[in-house]
C-alpha cells in the first residue's frame, strides 16, 4: 500500500481524526441540486438573439446530393438561414481521423456537412437555422434536396471482397487499419496441443444513449473575436483545440464551459459533424446558436461501437493449462474514423486485451478495421474491453468444458500469478501490479458458488434451466501520452488543478477533469479536504471551463480520479505547506510541529487548537501589513500529474452471473450479478460501488438487448427507444460489489479508474451463465445480443 | 407552425395563462415558456420518463400531453414538489445513497418515486423495481435507486407507528 493514510507520510493528520476523507463515503454535494431540479444541462443555457439548429440528415446510406432548393424553407416565419457543406466550407476546414502510431491507418477529410456525398443515413446535408426549434425543424421539412442514391456497402464481411463499394475512392479500398500482435509460436503450440477448442462470437453493434442528448450553444462574438462554447462534453480542452483550429482561430480565442453533463460514456467525447457545424454557423451568424440531438438525431448520429466479428481458437494441454490463444477480429466502423481518437482504437484495444488475465505463452491477434454506410463507431465506454473479455471467457469455458474441468479450476491454474508483477502479457501490455487470485478468492466468498450448484441440479430436475457464469477482466485505465499524444492528437494525458484558500477559510479547487455523473467533483473535494485538512463542506470544486481550470484532457478512460485526484492532492498538500509556514510565523512555532484539523491549525503533539484557518486569512488579505515583509503568503498552489512509469494503469477484476433461461420462450433473467473489481485506493466506496453497478448494467444492456440494427440497404431501423431496448429497473438484478485494493505506486493517491469495469467484464459473464444453463440442452449462443430469438435458435427451436 | 390556444392552468401552485402552438407539449411549454428546466426532454416517445410529471394528481408524461388540452388542469413539477417539501425525506435518502449521477433522469425518477409514496406505501422492492421500470437511468444499475426509494417507504411506516 501506498503511505498516505499514515501521519508521517506527507505531514498529513492521522488517519482517524475527522478531516481524513480518503476511503470515506461522503455523499456527493451536487446531488441535491440533480434531484431538486435545478442542475443547468447545456439545454437549459439561454443566451440573447440565440438561434436554434435543425438538420435535414441523409434518408441514404449512401447517395449523391444533387441539389439543395432553399426557397421554400427560406419562407416559413422564424426560419433565419440555411447553410449547405458549400457554405460552411469557406469558414471551416474537414478533418481527418487518423493516429501516427496506428501504423498504415488511413481515412478520409469529413466536413461539418458534406460537399457532394452523404455516407450514412442519418448524416447531417443541410441545416436550417431559426428563431425555434420548431421553426428550424419546419425549415428542414421545406427543403428540396435531391439525392441520386448510390450502392451501400453494408456488410463488413465484403467490405474487402472484389466487387465491394469503395467508399472514398480516394483511399483505394474500404481497409482502414489492420495490425496483427504475435508472441510465441502459435502454429506449433496448437499443433502440439492437447485440445484446441474454437468460435465466432458476434459482439452486437450498440450505442451509448445518454438520457441528455448531444447538446451545444456556439456563440461568436464578432466585438471581441471571441468564440464561447457551451457544450456538454467530457474533454472542454480538446473541444477548445477542435473548434479553434478547424475554424481557423487562435486557441486563446475559443472557450467552452461544461455546466452539468446528462451523461457521455465516451459518447461525448468525440467530435461530431453536427456539433462543429453549430460553432461554424455561430462564426458566421455572430450569434449564438443552439443545437440539442433529439433522439432520433442520437441514434442515428451519435457514435455506435462494438461492431465485431471475432474468430477465437485456444490450446490447453491435459491439465488445463492455456498454451496459446488465437484471434481474428473484424470490425465495420462507419465511413469515416471518427475525429480525433478515430475509430480503429477500439480495434486494437481487442488485440492488446485478449487473454489478458491469463499467463500464457503464445499469442496471435488481427483486428481488421474496414469501411461500410453505417454510423461511424468510435469509443464508448470500457472500448474493447467488452469484446475481449467475452472472446477470452467464452473460449476458456469451452476449453474447460472440453477437458471436463471446472471453470473456476481451470481460472485457478490459469489467472497471471499476483506475485508475478511487473508483468508483461503476451500482447505486450505491462502490468504494474494485478490482483487476479485474491480477486477470485474474494468472488468466492461473496457467491455461494455451492448453494447455486445444488440449485441448479434441482431446478434442472424441474425443468427449470439456470446456469453460473464467471469473467475475469482487466482494464485500462489513467492513460499515458502513449494513447493517443504520441500518435499527433492534441488530447492532454495531464491534468492539473490549483487550489487556493479564500479568507473565510474556505477552499477553491479547480480542475481539469470534468463531471459527468461518476462524482469527480465529489472525490476532489474529499481529496482537498483531506490534503488541506478542512471539513469537506468547506470545499468547493470548479470544472468544466477552459478560462478558468488548469489545462488537462478532462473526465474519460477512468482518468478523472487517477490523473485528476493526484493533481488535486499535491496542490493540497502544497497549499497546506504554505499555509503552515504563514501560521508558524504568526505562532512563533517551528511549521513542522503544526497540522490543519477541520479548518484549525493545531499543535500535531497535544492537538491544541492555535488559530483557524478564517483568522489566517483575515490577517493575511486584510492585515499583511502586520507579518513580516518577506513572509511568501500565496494561498493559491498548482501542481499537475502524468503517469511516467506505465503507459497505463491497468485493474483487474472478476464478475459471476446467475442467470434463468426460459427454454419455451428464450427469455433469459438475470437473477443475480457479482463483481469483484480492484481500482487501487478507493476514494469514495459509495460512489464506486454504484458505478460498478452502473457499469454492469450498461454491459448487460448490450449483451442482452440493445442492438442498432440495419436492413440491407443500410437503413438504421431501430431510432427509438421503442425499438432500441435498454435496461430498466425491472430486468435488472441485485448487484454486489466488492474490492481488493492495490493502490498503483506512480502516485501518492494510489487510484487507479474504476468508471469501466463493471462493462468490460458483464457480457462475457452473462454469456457464461445462458451457456451453462443451455449445455445440458446441447445449446450454445456467442452472438450478441443474446436475444429471445437468438436463444430459441440454439436450441434448435426455431 | 399550427393554430394557437389560450389555456389557463395551475402549475406549481401558480396561475398561468398563455397562448400556446396547438402542437405544443407539456414539456416543451414547461422548459420553454414557463422556464421550468427541472423537467427533461429524453426521449419524445414516452419511453425513457425524463420528462415525468403530475397532472391533475396523476404522473404522466410530458413529452405525450399537448399543453393545449390542459386548460384548467393542475400540474405540478419537480420545482413544485420540491418547494412544497412533500418528498424531502425521498431527495435526502437520494442523496445519501448517491441514488442520482448524471441527474438527467432524477426529477422524473423522484415525480415516479413521489408516486409510490403516495399510492403504493407498502411497495416492495419488487414492486418499486416495476413502478420505475418506466423511467430510464443510464449511470446507475438502479440497486441505489430503489434503495433510497425503499428506506424512505420504511422510514415513513416507522414514523407512522
Known sequence: MNDIPTPDSIGLSREDLPNSYIGRSVPRPNVPKLVQGRATYTDDVVLPRMVHAAFLRSPHAHARIVSVDATAAMQVPGVVRVFTGQDLAKVCDPWVAVLAHLKGMK????????????????????AVVADSRA??????????????????????????????????????????????????????????????????????????????????IADYNRADGTLTVHQSTQAPHMMQNVFAKQLRMEESQVRVICKDVGGSFGIKVHVYPDEVAVAAMSRILGRPVKFVADRFEAFASDIHARDHRIKGRIAVD????????????????????????????????????????????????????????????CQYRAVGHPIATAVTEGLVDLAAQAIGMDPIEMRRRNLVRDDAYPFTSPAGMKFEGLSHHASLKKLLEMVPVERI??????????????????????????????????????????????????????????????????????????????????????????????????????TWACRGAGIGGEAALQSAIALKEQLLTVAGTML?????????????????????????????????????????????????????????????????????????????????????HWCVEDCGRVINPLLVDEQVRGGIVQGLGGALYEHCVYDDQGNLLTT??????????????????????????????????????????????????????????????????FTPASILRALGTI | MSARVDITLTVNGERVTRSVEARRHL???????????????????????????????????????????????????????????????????????????????????????????????????????EHLSGNYCRC???QAIVDAVEQTLKSRQEAAR
Open chain 1, 453 to 554: 450448484r445444488a440449485d441448479q441440479a434441482e431446478a434442472r430436475a424441474r425443468g427449470v434451466h439456470r446456469g453460473l457464469g464467471i469473467a475475469a477482466f482487466i482494464e485500462l485505465t489513467n492513460p499515458s501520452p502513449f494513447m493517443y499524444g504520441i500518435g499527433g492528437a492534441r488530447i492532454s494525458a495531464q491534468d492539473g488543478a490549483t487550489v487556493r484558500m479564500d479568507p473565510d477559510g474556505s477552499v477553491v479547487v479547480a480542475s481539469g477533469v470534468t463531471e459527468q455523473g461518476q462524482g469527480t467533483e465529489a472525490i476532489l473535494a474529499q481529496i482537498v479536504a483531506h490534503g488541506v485538512g478542512v471539513p469537506v463542506g468547506k470545499v468547493r470544486v470548479i470544472t468544466g471551463d477552459t478560462q478558468a481550470t488548469p489545462y488537462g484532457g478532462g
Open chain 1, 107 to 126: 481515412s478520409a477529410p469529413q466536413h461539418p456537412l458534406p460537399l457532394d456525398r452523404a455516407t450514412w443515413q442519418g448524416e447531417p446535408i443541410v
Open chain 1, 720 to 785: 427509438t427507444m421503442a425499438d432500441y431496448l435498454v435496461p430498466m429497473a425491472a430486468e435488472m438484478p441485485e448487484i454486489h460489489v466488492g474490492h481488493v485494493e492495490t493502490p498503483t505506486r506512480e502516485s501518492l493517491l494510489g487510484a487507479k479508474g474504476a468508471g469501466e469495469a463493471g462493462t468490460a467484464g458483464a457480457p462475457g459473464a452473462l454469456m457464461n451463465a445462458i451457456n451453462d444453463a443451455l449445455r445440458p440442452l446441447g445449446g450454445i449462443v456467442t452472438a450478441q445480443p
Open chain 1, 318 to 377: 491435459a491439465d488445463g493449462k492455456i498454451l496459446g490463444f488465437d484471434i481474428d477480429d473484424l470490425t465495420g466502423i462507419g465511413p469515416y474514423s471518427v475525429y480525433p481518437r478515430t475509430s480503429a482504437i477500439e480495434g486494437n484495444q481487442v488485440v492488446n486485451l485478449c487473454g489478458g488475465p491469463y499467463d500464457f505463452a503464445n499469442y496471435r491477434c488481427t483486428t481488421t478495421v474496414v469501411l461500410q454506410n453505417k454510423v461511424p463507431t
Open chain 2, 27 to 129: 414539456i416543451d411549454f414547461l422548459r420553454l415558456d414557463l422556464g421550468l428546466t427541472g423537467s427533461h426532454a429524453g426521449c419524445e416517445h414516452g419511453v425513457c420518463g425524463a420528462c415525468t410529471v403530475r397532472v391533475d394528481g396523476e404522473i404522466v408524461r410530458g413529452c405525450l400531453v399537448l399543453a393545449a388540452s390542459l386548460d384548467g388542469a393542475e400540474v405540478t413539477t419537480i420545482e413544485g414538489l420540491t418547494d412544497t417539501g412533500e418528498v424531502a425525506d425521498l431527495q435526502d435518502a437520494f442523496v445519501a445513497r448517491n441514488a442520482a449521477q448524471c441527474g438527467f433522469c432524477s426529477p422524473g425518477m423522484v415525480m415516479a418515486a413521489a408516486d409510490i409514496l403516495r399510492h403504493h406505501p407498502g411497495a416492495s422492492r419488487e414492486e418499486i423495481r
Open chain 2, 140 to 142: 446507475t444499475g438502479y
Open chain 1, 588 to 672: 512563533q512555532a517551528n511549521p513542522a510541529s503544526l497540522d490543519i484539523v477541520l479548518g484549525e491549525v493545531v499543535d500535531k503533539a497535544t492537538g491544541a487548537q492555535r488559530i483557524s484557518l478564517s483568522e489566517i486569512g483575515r490577517i493575511v488579505y486584510f492585515r499583511g501589513d502586520t507579518l513580516p515583509k518577506d513572509l511568501p503568503r500565496e494561498f493559491v498552489q498548482t501542481r499537475h500529474f502524468i503517469t511516467k512509469e506505465y503507459p497505463f494503469a491497468f485493474t483487474n477484476g472478476i464478475q459471476a452471473c446467475w442467470v434463468e433461461v426460459d427454454v419455451a420462450t428464450g427469455m433469459v433473467k438475470v437473477l443475480e
Open chain 1, 135 to 216: 421553426a428550424a425543424e419546419d425549415g428542414v421539412a421545406a427543403l428540396r434536396v435531391e439525392f441520386d442514391p448510390l450502392p451501400a456497402q453494408v456488410d463488413m464481411e465484403t467490405a474487402l471482397a472484389p466487387g465491394a463499394t469503395v467508399i472514398h475512392t480516394e483511399l483505394g479500398d474500404n481497409l482502414v487499419f489492420q495490425r496483427t500482435a504475435v508472441q510465441g509460436d502459435v502454429d506449433a503450440a496448437f499443433a502440439a496441443a492437447h485440445k484446441v477448442v474454437e468460435a465466432t462470437f458476434v459482439t452486437g453493434r450498440h450505442t451509448g444513449v445518454t438520457l441528455e442528448p448531444r447538446s451545444i
